[in-house]
């Protein structure tokens, strides 16, 4: 049987960028024009396969308008990975990024994957962020990049499938905390040991 490893994972970024519409893209496959400014957070939940473990991702989508600013490490606290989204079309939610980027590196989890959406990739023809840009600052923290577009579905499999990625493999030899039970070497009533 596959280990299944939760991995809660945050979005960060500004009110509009399109965090909701990519979680609802990757969870339910479902786009929605009309979708409202979250408030507070919203939760949902996936799994997907990466080589022997199943990863279920805890999602959680954190609202964007600065009066929410503040529940944010509440949200962050405990997370494998932070999905930082800003608009392609916006330069302001690019520099909010950076801003979302160093806080995470000064209160959040020591480890935690890093993963940039450049979201309304679709919209291209207006873009104000090009992707050398982000590549390069991407590269400069450490971070996954991807450019996607939840209305079209491009690249949204791919992001979470990167963050996957990042993570690393359980080592059925070390006993920790991250995420998965993980029996250590136990002496079962027949005599045999089992692990």
Not at 81 to 106: C, G, M, N, P, R
Not at 113 to 125: E, F, P, Q, T
Not at 141 to 161: D, M, P, R, W, Y
Request: hydrophobic share 35%; proline share 4%; aromatic share 6%.
């Amino acid at each position: 049987m596959m280990a299944i490893r939760e991995l809660k994972v945050c979005l960060l970024g500004d009110t509009g960028v399109g965090k909701s519409s990519i979680v609802c893209r990757f969870v339910q496959d479902h786009f929605d024009h009309n979708i409202s400014p979250t408030i507070g957070a919203s939760f949902m939940t996936k799994t997907v396969p990466c080589g022997n473990e199943l990863h279920k991702f805890l999602i959680w989508d954190t609202a964007g308008q600065e009066r929410f600013h503040s529940l944010a490490p509440m949200y962050y606290r405990g997370s494998a990975a932070a999905v930082i989204v800003y608009d392609i079309t916006k330069q302001d939610s690019f520099h909010t990024l950076k801003k979302w980027v160093k806080e995470l590196k000064e209160h959040g989890p020591e480890n935690i994957v890093m993963a940039i959406a450049g979201n309304k990739c679709d919209l291209s023809d207006i873009r104000e962020v090009p992707i050398k840009d982000a590549k390069e600052y991407a590269e400069s923290i450490g971070a996954i990049v991807v450019e996607t577009s939840a209305k079209n579905a491009v690249n949204i499999e791919e992001l979470f499938q990167g963050i996957s990625r990042q993570i690393p493999p359980l080592d059925p030899h070390e006993n920790g905390n991250n995420g998965a039970i993980k029996l250590g070497k136990q002496t079962s009533q027949t005599g045999r040991r089992c692990c």
